[in-house]
Antibody, heavy 118, light 107 residues
Framework: EVQLVESGGGLIQPGGSLRLSCAAS????????MSWVRQAPGKGLEWVSV???????YYADSVKGRFTISRDNSKNTLYLQMNSLRAEDTAVYYC????????????WGQGTLVTVSS | VIWMTQSPSLLSASTGDRVTISCRMS??????LAWYQQKPGKAPELLIY???TLQSGVPSRFSGSGSGTDFTLTISCLQSEDFATYYC?????????FGPGTKVDIK
């Protein structure tokens, strides 16, 4: 059974850093395209970043240069390093696995809340 | 950058109703469109991909149609568990984008 479990969220001051983790089971993270998608309180879904099985990474313009997606193959875990956090980064962050068809998400974690506030 | 709109933003309906939700793109995306259902406090769930292909396990009352710039999600006979928010998502090009959402609530 595929399972994705996010952790690492919390309250952080503007300008601070946070690293989110997504522990996967039931499949191999490094063999899949994995993304982070976020949702601000009461708002819609926003794609944040993707890492391909080959290691290529892509980012939304809103986080480019501040966020870094990575994975640890030995731990079968996906990460999102978030630096220079802003109030507008406040959201529930979901990790998601792309379906083999590519580009859409068949599996999601439960999400972890990041609140950026002083 | 592709722009996406969904309509309506809010849809009030009763169980048993047939409902349709529209998703419109600012440029053609072939059939690279997915639909998701999200309930409060939960992660989204994939309903349809490739514009019209039903995800495994999704009830057949859900269907999708369209290609190019105009897409539709139809629920043929609304059930109580279908009251939720629905999002379309294009995966034709980066950045991957989700529509603003359509909330289906009880009339």
């Amino acid at each position: 059974e595929v399972q994705l479990v996010e952790s690492g969220g919390g309250l952080i001051q503007p300008g601070g850093s946070l690293r989110l983790s997504c522990a996967a089971s039931g499949f191999t993270v490094s063999s899949n395209y994995m993304s982070w998608v976020r949702q601000a309180p009461g708002k819609g879904l926003e794609w944040v970043s993707v890492i391909y099985s080959g290691g290529s990474t892509y980012y939304a313009d809103s986080v480019k240069g501040r966020f870094t997606i990575s994975r640890d193959n030995s731990k079968n875990t996906l990460y999102l390093q978030m630096n220079s956090l802003r109030a507008e980064d406040t959201a529930v962050y979901y990790c998601a696995r792309e379906s083999k068809g590519g580009g859409y998400y068949s599996d999601w974690g439960q999400g972890t809340l990041v609140t950026v506030s002083s | 950058v592709i722009w996406m709109t969904q309509s309506p933003s809010l849809l009030s309906a009763s169980t048993g109703d047939r409902v349709t939700i529209s998703c419109r793109m600012s440029q053609g995306i072939s059939s690279y469109l997915a639909w998701y259902q999200q309930k409060p406090g939960k992660a989204p769930e994939l309903l349809i991909y490739a514009a019209s292909t039903l995800q495994s396990g999704v009830p057949s009352r859900f269907s999708g149609s369209g290609s190019g710039t105009d897409f539709t999600l139809t629920i043929s006979c609304l059930q109580s568990e279908d009251f939720a928010t629905y999002y379309c998502q294009q995966y034709y090009s980066f950045p991957l984008l989700f529509g603003p959402g359509t909330k289906v609530d009880i009339k």
